[in-house]
């Protein structure tokens, strides 16, 4: 019996080609697109901030400020007669010259000139480099006064350097020391979660169907358990997750690359990945089963299966990054159990941690999927007693 069950829903899924597509087809596009999308945004050698010059001063040091200013990898010069339209134009008056060569104190200083839909944080980097620029200046005018007084103390000015990579070094925590976090890293385990909850839609359609055609009638009547019912829905979709899983995780690891983006490594726990999974399954499934016994048709299971998963998805972190998002949206993400699910990805995929890390997850997740059903199951019990 329980062999027969498990062979009918594997049969029903596989024929609807729909379902299918929704479960591994759309998953492995975002993963691609959203690899290919969020690649420069790890990238830290790339431009950030655009900006032009009007330089009215024409002097050494001007030329100098503007030449370190150029060399800055994290900024783009853009010429005045560009077509795109620069976030910040940086004027250097004229006079500008005075503070590095005399003591009347009657300085020049930069004017910038700020896009109006710039955010705070560019701002504050391009004032950061600018700063950096123009205390080079400062400390080359400094050092050629004293060339004149005392070589050993202009020598030692000379040493001074503002270059970021001579004076710190960066690494990221789990990660060898010259590895960098990459954008597949965050999309994989973020479009696997989405993925794995579309198992609503196929899952709560087929159960609906089979209750209208009076199917679960004739099990019921034939002596078969609830526990059994429902575990012969539950362990397909679980096995069907766990396909889910390692055919997205094939895809970051063989099919991004192919598109220039980085690959996806798998260096973390594979048995904390499975517990993970495991437990987003079943909280996937826990939903499944309760939207399946409370809707009355299958246009209604999937009008309402969809919506919450694209709910779910944007509380969660999965259409945006959580890093992203402001602090209280970062809290309240939290009350979507996609965002547990993606967390324990992350814990494995991206920070590399083991079983420990992950067992608040699968705790969170397999209990709500737990409680799900067994409030699907006594909805169900109650409209089994008034007939189905």
């Given at each position: 019996m329980v062999k027969a069950m498990l062979v009918k829903e594997f049969l029903l899924v596989l024929r609807d080609k729909h379902a299918l597509a929704a479960l591994f087809v759309m998953p492995a596009i975002f993963i691609l697109i959203m690899s290919l999308a969020l690649k420069d945004a790890f990238n830290e050698e790339r431009a950030l901030v655009s900006y032009t010059v009007i330089d009215k001063d024409h002097t050494a040091q001007s030329e100098k400020l503007l030449n370190l200013l150029s060399e800055?990898?994290?900024?783009?010069?853009?010429?005045?007669?560009?077509?795109?339209?620069?976030?910040?134009?940086?004027?250097?008056?004229?006079?500008?010259?005075?503070q590095f060569t005399s003591k009347s104190g009657r300085e020049k200083p930069l004017v910038i000139e700020a896009a109006a839909d710039v955010k705070q944080d560019l701002l504050a980097l391009f004032k950061s480099q600018v700063i950096s620029a123009f205390?080079?200046?400062?400390?080359?005018?400094?050092?050629?006064?004293?060339?004149?007084?005392?070589?050993?103390?202009?020598?030692?000015?000379?040493?001074?350097?503002?270059?970021?990579?001579?004076?710190?070094?960066?690494?990221?925590?789990a990660l060898e020391r010259d590895e960098k976090p990459n954008s597949t890293q965050q999309s994989v385990?973020?479009?696997?979660?989405?993925?794995?909850?579309?198992?609503?839609?196929?899952?709560?359609?087929?159960?609906?169907?089979?209750?209208?055609?009076n199917t679960l009638f004739r099990l019921l009547a034939m002596n078969v358990s609830l526990p059994l019912l429902?575990?012969?829905?539950?362990?397909?979709?679980?096995?069907?997750?766990?396909?889910?899983?390692?055919?997205?995780?094939?895809?970051?690891?063989?099919?991004?690359?192919?598109?220039?983006?980085?690959?996806?490594?798998?260096?973390?726990?594979?048995?904390?990945?499975?517990?993970?999974?495991?437990?987003?399954?079943?909280?996937?499934?826990?939903?499944?089963?309760?939207?399946?016994?409370?809707?009355?048709?299958?246009?209604?299971?999937?009008?309402?299966?969809?919506?919450?998963?694209?709910?779910?998805?944007?509380?969660?972190?999965?259409?945006?990054?959580?890093?992203?998002?402001?602090?209280?949206?970062?809290?309240?993400?939290?009350?979507?159990?996609m965002s547990w699910g993606l967390e324990g990805f992350l814990d494995v995929l991206l920070r590399r941690e083991g079983i420990e890390a992950v067992l608040p997850e699968v705790a969170a997740l397999t209990l709500f999927g737990i409680g799900l059903l067994a409030i699907a199951a006594m909805i169900f019990k109650m409209k089994v007693r008034r007939g189905l």
């Open positions: 800055n990898g994290l900024l783009n010069e853009q010429n005045l007669t560009s077509d795109t339209a620069a976030q910040f134009v940086i004027t250097v008056p004229k006079g500008f010259k005075r205390m080079q200046v400062r400390v080359d005018a400094i050092k050629t006064k004293l060339e004149k007084r005392s070589a050993s103390s202009a020598r030692e000015l000379d040493a001074i350097s503002f270059d970021e990579k001579k004076m710190m070094q960066v690494s990221f925590s385990p973020a479009w696997i979660v989405f993925g794995m909850f579309f198992v609503i839609i196929p899952m709560s359609t087929i159960f609906i169907s089979e209750r209208k055609q429902f575990g012969g829905k539950i362990i397909p979709y679980l096995l069907i997750n766990q396909l889910q899983v390692w055919v997205m995780i094939a895809v970051g690891m063989f099919v991004v690359p192919l598109f220039g983006a980085e690959a996806l490594t798998l260096d973390g726990s594979v048995g904390a990945l499975i517990m993970v999974s495991l437990a987003l399954s079943l909280s996937a499934i826990g939903l499944s089963m309760l939207i399946a016994v409370v809707v009355e048709s299958v246009e209604q299971a999937t009008t309402i299966g969809g919506i919450i998963n694209i709910l779910l998805g944007a509380i969660g972190g999965v259409m945006v990054p959580k890093f992203v998002m402001p602090d209280f949206m970062q809290t309240f993400s939290n009350v979507s159990p």
